[in-house]
C-alpha cells in the first residue's frame, strides 16, 4: 500500500472512530464510569470495532463512491 493510500484509509478510520467513539462515551460514560479502565476499554472495542469494520467503513466507502460518480457524472 503506498503512502497516499495509507493516508486515505487512516483518514476515513479516523472519520468514522472519532464520531462513534464521542457517541458511545456520550451514551454509556456514566454508567461505564464505574468499571475499572481495562473493562471500560474492552466493552468499548469490542463494541465499536464491529461496527467499524463490517457497518461504517464500508458505509463511508459507499458514501464517497456514490458522491464520486456524481462529480464524474458532471
Known amino acids: 500500500m ?3 493510500e495509507k493516508l486515505i ?3 476515513k478510520i479516523w472519520i468514522v472512530i472519532y464520531p462513534s467513539i ?5 451514551l ?11 473493562q471500560r476499554t474492552f466493552l468499548l472495542t469490542i463494541s465499536l470495532v ?3 469494520m463490517f ?5 463511508l466507502e459507499f458514501m464517497i463512491s456514490r458522491l464520486s460518480k456524481k462529480s464524474d457524472a458532471k
Open 2 to 4: 503506498k503512502t497516499k
Open 9 to 11: 484509509a487512516s483518514l
Open 22 to 26: 464521542t457517541l458511545f462515551l456520550f
Open 28 to 38: 454509556f460514560g456514566k454508567q461505564l464510569s464505574i468499571l475499572p479502565l481495562y
Open 50 to 52: 464491529p461496527w467499524m
Open 55 to 59: 457497518i461504517a467503513v464500508p458505509l
